[in-house]
C-alpha cells in the first residue's frame, strides 16, 4: 500500500492552552475512529458467532448484523469486555518527576513542572497516525542541530488526509512561534562564536586596564604565551557550558503555557535585561577597540 507522509520541523514554540486542546483533539479524533471501526469489527464478528448457534443470545431483537451493529455502537458492557485500546497516548519527562497518559483526560495542572521531553502519538484507520517529539535537554550543538528531535509526523494512505492535518498543525506552530529563540537557536553556533569573540574583547580591554602596557604588537614570553592559552581555553569551555546551560534553563527550546515554574518565570525578565546589557556593551566595546583608531586617525588628520 502506498504511504503519504509530510513532517513539520518545529521551532522553538510556547504552547498555548488553545494550542495544546486543539493538538489533543486531532489526536483524540484520529484515535476514537481506530476505536469506533475496530469495535464494530467485533460486534459484526460476535453477531455472526452468536447466531450461528442457532441460540441468539446476544440482543435477539436486533433484526441484522447492521441493526445489532447500530443498536449497540453504545453498549458500554460491550465495550468493556472489547477491552480495545485507547490507540493514544502522552509522555511527558521533567526533573522533578515523568507522568504517562493513555487518553487525552488530563490537564496541566496533571504535568510536573518543568516538562522538558514531550512525546505524542495516536493511531488511526488503515495504518494513519500522528506523532510529535519535543525536547529541551540538549546535550551539546549538535543536539540542537538535530531538528528530528523536534518535528510532528503525519502518514496515512489518504493525501487529501495527510495534507490537510499537516497544515492544521503547521498553522498552529507558527501562531506560538518564539521569534528571538528561533533565531537563537536556529543559529546556535554561530552565537556561540559571536559570544566568544566578543568575550575575547573584553578580556583584552580589562588587560589594557590592568596592564598599561600591554598590546598585541607586544611579543609574549612562554608564561605570557602560556597564559593567553589558558584564557582563551577557558573562555570557551565556559561559554559552551554555562553560556549554553543558561540558555536551556531560561529560554527552554518549548514550554507549556502554565507548566513553567514560577522562580523560572519571575527571574527570566531580568536574565533577558542583563544579557541584553552585556551583549550591547560587548559589541560596543568591539566596535572601539577595532575602529576607534582608525577613526583617531581621521580625525586627526
Not at 22 to 36: M, T
Not at 61 to 90: K, T
Amino acid at each position: 500500500m502506498k504511504r503519504e507522509e509530510r513532517v513539520l520541523r518545529i521551532p522553538p514554540i510556547a504552547v498555548s492552552d488553545a494550542t495544546a486542546s486543539a493538538f489533543i483533539k486531532e489526536l483524540g479524533d484520529l484515535a476514537v475512529a481506530r476505536r469506533n471501526s475496530e469495535f464494530e469489527q467485533r460486534l459484526r464478528t460476535a453477531f455472526k458467532s452468536d447466531r450461528a448457534t442457532g441460540n441468539p443470545q446476544m440482543d435477539p431483537e436486533a433484526r441484522s448484523e447492521d441493526d445489532f451493529v447500530r443498536r449497540n455502537l453504545d453498549n458500554q458492557n460491550f465495550w468493556q469486555m472489547a477491552n480495545i485500546p485507547s490507540y493514544h497516548n502522552y509522555i511527558f519527562l521533567a526533573k522533578s518527576g515523568n507522568v504517562i497518559f493513555d487518553d487525552s483526560d488530563f490537564n496541566i495542572e496533571d504535568l510536573p513542572k518543568d516538562v522538558f521531553f514531550l512525546k505524542a502519538r495516536a493511531d488511526g484507520v488503515n495504518g494513519r497516525f500522528i506523532e510529535v517529539h519535543l525536547k529541551n535537554d540538549f546535550k551539546d550543538f549538535n543536539e540542537v542541530r538535530d531538528l528530528t528531535k523536534r518535528q510532528l509526523l503525519v502518514q496515512g494512505e489518504d493525501r487529501n488526509w495527510v495534507t490537510g492535518v499537516y497544515e492544521r498543525f503547521k498553522l498552529l506552530v507558527d501562531s506560538e512561534r518564539l521569534q528571538t529563540r528561533s533565531l537563537i537557536y536556529g543559529n546556535v553556533t554561530k552565537v556561540y562564536w559571536l559570544t566568544v569573540v566578543l568575550i575575547l574583547f573584553a578580556e583584552y580591554r580589562a588587560a589594557k586596564w590592568l596592564f598599561r602596557s600591554f598590546g598585541l604588537s607586544q611579543p609574549l614570553s612562554g608564561t605570557g604565551a602560556l597564559l593567553m592559552f589558558g584564557v582563551l581555553l577557558g573562555t570557551l569551555v565556559i561559554v559552551a557550558e554555562l553560556g549554553f546551560a543558561m540558555l536551556k534553563y531560561w529560554f527552554p527550546y518549548f514550554e507549556i503555557e502554565g507548566n513553567v515554574s514560577r522562580g523560572r518565570a519571575a527571574s527570566r525578565r531580568f536574565i533577558a535585561t542583563i544579557a541584553s546589557t552585556i551583549y550591547t556593551g560587548a559589541i560596543l566595546n568591539a566596535l572601539v577597540l577595532i575602529f576607534g583608531p582608525t577613526f583617531a586617525t581621521w580625525i586627526g588628520r
